[in-house]
């Protein structure tokens, strides 16, 4: 137990000390205008940006801190091996027990994070002038994504568990099977029956941008089936693009919040770079990829859930399939946080390769770096990310270095 506390301890403090790094780096720079960003953010716009992003990050370093605390001493300080009696004395049977404790820590997990994403929606975005909601739409969006997630994750948990019981030896294969095909479903029902719960998608009705849209993608060789506006800015003015669908079927969904602030030829340019994403095939090997990491994971979780030395690495005697389960989560967790950075470093080599096909299918360079710039401003990015931050987290290159590398390519 102590080695696997300290460890825990260790990448906990290492998590704040970077955020921390991060917001005192954005303290001793944040006043300086980047000159990749001179003509497009002036020292006014800058003062708003710097401070929100710490603000952001002040929230952010008190959120790690609680959350660390919180799960240490739910899984060090006799907080699971209690939650784990309290399940064994309220619910019977293998599958009861293991329905119940999925359920009560959603529910946790639901009702610790919402004091901070009410105060991040109605306090700080609010602030900034981002936060569009109304009180009774936050609750609305809360209770159904919630409701969407306890209903996907039981379903999920129960059927797992019933492969667990029925194929004791190869549960790990099924179980992995199970979770990629939910994923693909969900994958392929989502823009179909749930975004449409949280917002109003129409036809984009602009039609020289629906147009160039559609030559756009056509030239990429990429089927778009629709092209939709969906209205963000009854919850935020922050903006965004996308394509959604899988196979030949795709669909292009743009924020209006992003068709009031851009122009025609930096629209075409953001969705050129989200072109770049499909044709070089990232999304399809991200998520192979994942699946693959998650197979591993089951098949180490079938031969070490069973390990009588389990329970002691958090300093129980015992404990139940699921707290098994659960202690193994949480020390895959801690050993592969050193691959953080790698992982983010393999994304931002995908934002770069994507940014590059945007420019070779359009040949605009500056529609691009102006659509970035716009997006960094309107949103406020930050534009003084310290290195160490960015190279763990950053899973787009800072703003800055995108800009100027498509300037670059004038």
Not at 201 to 217: C, H, K
Request: charged share 15%; proline share 4%; net charge positive.
């Amino acid at each position: 137990m102590v080695l696997a506390l300290a460890l825990f301890g260790a990448v906990a403090v290492f998590r704040l000390w970077l955020s921390w790094l991060n917001l005192r780096h954005l303290g001793r720079t944040g006043h300086v205008v980047p000159s990749e960003l001179t003509g497009s953010v002036d020292g006014a716009q800058l003062a708003r940006m710097s401070a929100y992003t710490a603000a952001r990050g002040r929230l952010g370093l008190l959120r790690g801190l609680l959350s660390a605390l919180v799960i240490g001493a739910f899984l060090f300080a006799g907080g699971l091996g209690r939650y784990d009696a309290w399940v064994a004395s309220v619910a019977g049977g293998y599958m009861g027990r293991g329905l119940v404790f999925v359920a009560g820590l959603l529910v946790l997990s639901a009702v610790s994070s919402a004091p901070f994403q009410l105060y991040s929606d109605f306090r700080l975005e609010a602030r900034y002038g981002f936060n569009r909601q109304t009180p009774g739409l936050w609750w609305a969006d809360w209770s159904k994504s919630h409701a969407l997630s306890f209903l996907v994750m039981l379903l999920l948990s129960a059927a797992s568990l019933s492969l667990v019981q029925a194929a004791p030896h190869t549960w790990w294969l099924w179980v992995s099977a199970l979770v990629t095909s939910v994923s693909l479903l969900l994958t392929v029902l989502s823009p179909y029956l749930i975004e449409p719960l949280f917002y109003r998608m129409e036809p984009l009705d602009v039609a020289d941008l629906r147009e160039g849209i559609r030559s756009l993608t056509e030239r990429a060789g990429v089927h778009v089936g629709r092209v939709l506006k969906v209205d963000a800015s009854r919850r935020s003015s922050h903006s965004n693009a996308y394509f959604t669908g899988l196979g030949r079927q795709k669909r292009v969904v743009l924020f209006d919040t992003l068709l009031s602030q851009m122009s025609e030829p930096q629209i075409l340019a953001v969705l050129a770079h989200e072109l770049g994403h499909w044709k070089k095939h990232h999304v399809l090997v991200r998520m192979i990829t994942m699946q693959a990491l998650f197979v591993m994971g089951a098949y180490l979780a079938f031969r070490l859930a069973p390990s009588a030395a389990l329970p002691g690495l958090v300093g129980l005697d015992s404990a139940s399939f699921p707290a098994r389960v659960l202690i193994l989560a949480a020390a895959t967790s801690v050993l592969l946080f050193p691959l953080t950075p790698l992982l983010a470093a393999w994304s931002r080599h995908d934002e770069r390769q994507a940014d590059r096909f945007a420019v070779e299918l359009r040949g605009a360079p500056l529609d691009l770096a102006e659509a970035l710039a716009k997006l960094g401003s309107e949103n406020l990015a930050n534009l003084h990310p310290h290195p160490l931050y960015a190279a763990f987290y950053y899973t787009h290159p800072p703003l800055t270095e995108r800009i100027g590398a498509l300037r670059g390519m004038v």
